[in-house]
Nanobody
Framework: QVQLVESGGGLVQAGGSLRLSCAASPSTFSLNVMGWYRQAPGKQRELVASINSAGNTNYADSVKGRFTISRDNAKNTVYLQMNSLKPEDTAVYYC?????????????WGQGTQVTVSS
């Protein structure tokens, strides 16, 4: 059973910073992608940032220059450093991991952590 456990959410004022962490069960596959998604009330879940096992990153345009994703493979942990937060960043943030099993992608989700940015 793969588990993803997020932490670090909370309430912060606009312009502030938060750091999210996601501790994952070890993967048995060498190729995987870890990412953060978010879902605001009444909106679809969207990709915020992702990082693959080679360290290549991808960001949503709305967070480029403000958020940084990183991973510590020894700890099976992915981080999301969020700076210059805006009220529109308010959402539930979900950790995601996709493992390439050589035949298909296996996908896992965390339970989510609330981030609220006040104006």
């Amino acid at each position: 059973q793969v588990q993803l456990v997020e932490s670090g959410g909370g309430l912060v004022q606009a312009g502030g910073s938060l750091r999210l962490s996601c501790a994952a069960s070890p993967s048995t596959f060498s190729l995987n992608v870890m990412g953060w998604y978010r879902q605001a009330p009444g909106k679809q879940r969207e990709l915020v940032a992702s990082i693959n096992s080679a360290g290549n990153t991808n960001y949503a345009d709305s967070v480029k220059g403000r958020f940084t994703i990183s991973r510590d493979n020894a700890k099976n942990t992915v981080y999301l450093q969020m700076n210059s937060l805006k009220p529109e960043d308010t959402a539930v943030y979900y950790c995601n991991r996709r493992d390439w099993s050589t035949r298909n992608w296996l996908e896992y989700w965390g339970q989510g952590t609330q981030v609220t940015v006040s104006s």
